[in-house]
T-cell receptor
Framework: AQTVTQSQPEMSVQEAETVTLSCTYD???????LFWYKQPPSRQMILVIR??????QNATENRFSVNFQKAAKSFSLKISDSQLGDAAMYFC?????????????????FGQGTILTVHP | NAGVTQTPKFQVLKTGQSMTLQCAQD?????MSWYRQDPGMGLRLIHY???????DQGEVPNGYNVSRSTTEDFPLRLLSAAPSQTSVYFC????????????????FGEGSWLTVV
């Protein structure tokens, strides 16, 4: 079974600065997807960025980028030019790309989450 | 395009009562699932379905039932509510097979806040 670990329960950053959230995972699979979801106080789950494991290039979405280290099983999220609206809980999640028996493909395994505070 | 719709958004139950959380999606996704989110923890999978008529248990299935009679709907039933089931519940859906980048993404409803007293 896969596990996802976020070792930083809380992080803080000054507005306009850069912050990096850490995520490690454990899997025996070679093909999978990794995601970062943002959850504001409304509890809505908002997809921030996704990474396909077969791609060596790190994904980037505007101010958000990842550092994907497949051998180290590490998937960190970097937020540049932090804004007050970035304050939220952030979850790292793993999804298998192997459709084993048609049952595992859609499952997401989540980390425990990191609360990000942005100071003005 | 409504995406994933959950109802109700808020509910208070008494211990022992039963209720159903509704989930509907209009994206023709084969895969649907229910998660619960408790304080200090990530989302945990309760039940999932890979298509109409097919369901299976996730990580924390006890006390919950599901059925999938149509592609669009995936209700979650609490059989006899307990205080330990106080949580925020999320329904999610996705394509079974990746279809381009968006096919890999799992879409979430807005959550249902359940309190059992």
């Amino acid at each position: 079974a896969q596990t996802v670990t976020q070792s930083q329960p809380e992080m803080s950053v000054q507005e306009a600065e850069t912050v990096t959230l850490s995520c490690t995972y454990d899997t025996s699979e070679s093909d999978y997807y990794l995601f970062w979801y943002k959850q504001p106080p409304s509890r809505q789950m908002i997809l921030v960025i996704r990474q396909e494991a077969y791609k060596q290039q790190n994904a980037t979405e505007n101010r958000f980028s990842v550092n994907f280290q497949k051998a180290a099983k590490s998937f960190s999220l970097k937020i540049s030019d932090s804004q007050l609206g970035d304050a939220a809980m952030y979850f790292c999640a793993y999804r298998s790309a192997t459709n084993a028996g048609g049952t595992s493909y859609g499952k997401l395994t989540f980390g425990q989450g990191t609360i990000l505070t942005v100071h003005p | 395009n409504a995406g994933v719709t959950q109802t109700p958004k808020f509910q208070v139950l008494k211990t022992g009562q039963s209720m159903t959380l509704q989930c509907a999606q209009d994206m023709n996704h084969e895969y649907m699932s229910w998660y619960r989110q408790d304080p200090g923890m990530g989302l945990r999978l309760i039940h999932y379905s890979v298509g109409a008529g097919i369901t299976d248990q996730g990580e924390v299935p006890n006390g919950y039932n599901v059925s999938r009679s149509t592609t669009e709907d995936f209700p979650l039933r609490l059989l006899s509510a307990a205080p330990s089931q106080t949580s925020v519940y999320f329904c999610a859906s996705s394509y079974q097979q990746g279809i381009g980048a968006s096919g890999n993404t799992i879409y979430f409803g807005e959550g249902s806040w359940l309190t059992v007293v």
